[in-house]
């Protein structure tokens, strides 16, 4: 499997980006070497969430230039007795606000995707800031929308998460719309052509212009105009290839997390991206007070040592239940009975990953009456992460590489040599 690199964003604020990172890190170093890239850097989320000493971080990266492997923190063996976490590492964003660090401008930015790609691990998680920006945007994959976290709390946090996958195809579309384009060179009147591709790309984006509401309106809009074009197929392909990973947090049942969150993430998805992408939920996680606690305490959950407790959490009914299992993950297997939660073995085999996850699942499905374990949750998603990414091609799930335009490019036109774009 190739390295993965995997962000983690939202678009809204404050819906457990650095959470659900930082223990879904944790929790695929049991599979494989994991790191943990905090891009939040105006707010330094994951250093206040794991509470262990920094040596060196993203200050020393930029100012001091220290290898990006060099500013990799492990956890102390007190904090993990075990060794079950020794696969874990994070790189913090530095304690105090420097602002070329927190703003970096496109060389900073090119400098630290170069060093992500570099990185010794198999999975690289990135916590992204809050936002839309550019400071977000440029550190997603070009062809998925990484893992996309909203939750049934925040209704608005479901629209922006959406619009990050608005953001990521439109900038991959501007990129090979770009005047210096290889695409132009294929077309009869270059310049109008630019025109006319670019004011439409405006006018789809423009959520306030009705006239093209969404990439298929503009598709077919853009066939209208220049008649078949191999580019335009690529570009129709680029659109249904999509795929949107996500994951609801703080999860409180079926039915105030599909009326609050799923069902307007995809009819925002719909009406101002595409109908013809594919989403996926990765998982769920539980209100719980473990979790934030945790956070207070700078321990995350998942190295918090076991009291034997969780706290109390109100469960649904098991038709609901259910019905949110299968809805989310398109299982048919009939459940298992419970049977006792076995120890994780020190290194699962990703081979393994599929068995891992139905065995999450089962645990889960089966706290009814009982009360819901956030462990458990995290276990199913990290398990489910590593089986898809297993099955999935690397543009359909995370990515390789962090891609700058000229990359982009490359990719739409492999055989003519790229010039920068402006
Ligand atoms: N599942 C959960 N159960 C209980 N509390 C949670 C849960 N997830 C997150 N929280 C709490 O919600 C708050 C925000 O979480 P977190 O910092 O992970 O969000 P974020 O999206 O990274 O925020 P920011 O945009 O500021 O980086 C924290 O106080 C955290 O402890
Ligand atoms: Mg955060």
Redesign the pocket.
Known sequence: MPKRIIPVS?G??????????TNLALSLSRYAPTLLVDL?TG?S?VRN?IGVPVERDLYHFFRKKRRLDDCVTSLPASWDPDGLYSGFGFVAAPLHLIEEITNFGADKKLELSAAINELPAEFVIL?M??GLDSNVVDFLPWSNSGIL?FTPHLPSATLAASDIVKAILFRKLRIVFSPSSPFYAQVKDPRTTMLLVNDLLDEVEDVYEPALPNLDAFLVDLAGSLGPHPVLEQVARTVEHFRVHYVL???NGIDEAFDTAVKPFVENLVSTVSERMTLTNLGW?????E??QG??RRRPVLLAPRDGHSAPHPTRGEKALDALIRETTGLTVELRKPKPVLPVPHRPDPESALARELDALNRMYHRKGDRDD?RDNFEYLSARTVHLLDRCRPSEFGTPRLCGPAEILRSFFPAVATPRPS
């Open positions: 939202s809204k604020g404050g819906v457990g980006k650095t959470t659900v990172a939040d707010t989320s969430t916590d800031k809050a976290v947090n703080a999860f996680v539980v209100k719980s007070d979790i934030h956070n207070c956030p």
